[in-house]
T-cell receptor, first 114, second 110 residues
Framework: GAGVSQSPSNKVTEKGKDVELRCDPI?????LYWYRQSLGQGLEFLIY????????KSGLPSDRFSAERTGGSVSTLTIQRTQQEDSAVYLC????????????FGPGTRLTVL | KQEVTQIPAALSVPEGENLVLNCSFT??????LQWFRQDPGKGLTSLLL?????REQTSGRLNASLDKSSGRSTLYIAASQPGDSATYLC?????????FGTGTSLTVIP
């Protein structure tokens, strides 16, 4: 079956612009995670959605970052007024209720802020 | 806050060697620990999951151990192959979040 997909695969933007990154999880997966992977760094947790519960936003680095998950499926991560330090690979993962520890990762979106 | 460290950051070995990757974490209050593999330009693939009550897990040539009290895990790769070349990450789960290490970049030389 189809895995987790993310779009775009690459995004180059100018400092100060807003960007939207999209994640399509595996159908039926109730949990969705966003991570950021900066050069030479590990994965940094950003936000977690579980079903219809309020999301865990504790990892978002600033109020310029926000995320939505519409209809319990597709998620969009929005970064407003991008800064050069936002340049990173943004990874999305989803998991099913029956296997909450097994995350299926998308290929990521590489964001470059000039 | 949970801190996860992986040593070494990079490792290069000739094909056929056995090798050990190390992961340490600062807070032993975890549900589980996972080892992942990441290939360039791709997402992560889970290799082994060890629940907090377990000491080790094995899958093929891979064996992962967990010593929760000391905050350590090792990933043992037997008879390494060039196809094993990738970045290996460990992650611990104390709650909703997964805390990842910075990874070990492995190169297996044919």
């Amino acid at each position: 079956g189809a895995g987790v997909s993310q779009s775009p695969s690459n995004k180059v933007t100018e400092k100060g612009k807003d960007v939207e990154l999209r994640c399509d999880p595996i159908s039926g997966h109730t949990a969705l995670y966003w991570y950021r992977q900066s050069l030479g760094q590990g994965l940094e947790f950003l936000i977690y959605f579980q079903g219809n519960s309020a999301p865990d936003k504790s990892g978002l680095p600033s109020d310029r970052f926000s995320a939505e998950r519409t209809g319990g499926s597709v998620s969009t991560l929005t970064i407003q007024r991008t800064q050069q330090e936002d340049s990173a690979v943004y990874l999305c993962a989803s998991s099913a209720d029956r296997e909450p520890d097994t995350q299926y990762f998308g290929p990521g979106t590489r964001l470059t802020v000039l | 806050k949970q801190e996860v460290t992986q040593i070494p950051a990079a490792l290069s070995v000739p094909e056929g060697e056995n090798l050990v990757l190390n992961c340490s974490f600062t807070d032993s209050a975890i549900y589980n620990l996972q080892w992942f593999r990441q290939d360039p330009g791709k997402g992560l693939t889970s290799l082994l999951l060890i629940q907090s009550s377990q000491r080790e897990q094995t899958s093929g040539r891979l064996n992962a151990s967990l010593d929760k009290s000391s905050g350590r895990s090792t990933l043992y790769i037997a008879a390494s192959q060039p196809g094993d070349s990738a970045t290996y990450l460990c992650a611990v789960r104390p709650g909703n979040q997964f805390y990842f290490g910075t990874g070990t970049s492995l190169t297996v030389i044919p």
